[in-house]
């Protein structure tokens, strides 16, 4: 009998050797501890391989709205000094400039930010700034991640009135 899509209580196959608790990015399970059905019955969890889709990738971690927001508010200015700046004041929260910066990267390589080079600062030596703009899908994620704190918060003294 075999139990697809979970980690726990399987012995996994990797390389050729089976063993227990390797855990591989691909895997085929070979034994499971528990029947079929509470397989098939157990309720998704992390460890649930079939819990996982693409749209994860669209999730946006704490940093990410932060810096997702302030590129929306500084609509088409937003570089990483001026983010860093508006997070540092109306977040309170002092993030490096080498954190914003991946963090952009990485927002521009899910499609949530487009950026272009402007023009060079007018000081000899001057370079072109990067400056980053959110695209709609930016704006849909940030929808997206507030819903499901309002839904989470339901119930709690920090509930949003409506």
């Known amino acids: 009998m075999t139990c697809t899509g979970t980690l726990a209580g399987a ?27 509470s397989c098939r019955d157990r309720a998704p969890n992390a460890n ?12 946006l971690g704490e940093v990410e709205q932060l810096v997702l927001l302030a590129v929306w508010r500084l609509d088409g200015e937003a570089y990483a000094v001026p983010i860093r700046e508006l997070i540092a004041k109306e977040a309170g929260i002092d993030l490096s400039r080498g954190s914003i910066y991946i963090t952009l990267d990485r927002l521009e390589e899910k499609g949530l930010v487009e950026s272009w080079f402007g023009d060079p600062i007018r000081e000899p030596g001057g370079k072109a700034r990067r400056l980053f703009r959110i695209r709609p899908s930016g704006t849909a994620a940030l929808r997206s991640a507030r819903r499901a704190l309002d839904r989470l918060a339901t119930g709690t003294p920090i509930a949003r009135k409506t």
């Open 48 to 59: 649930n391989i079939g819990n996982m889709n693409l749209r994860d990738s669209a999730r």
């Open 11 to 37: 012995r996994l196959w990797r390389g050729g050797i089976a063993a227990p608790g390797i855990i591989a990015v691909t895997f085929q399970v070979i034994k499971c501890d528990r029947t079929e059905d």
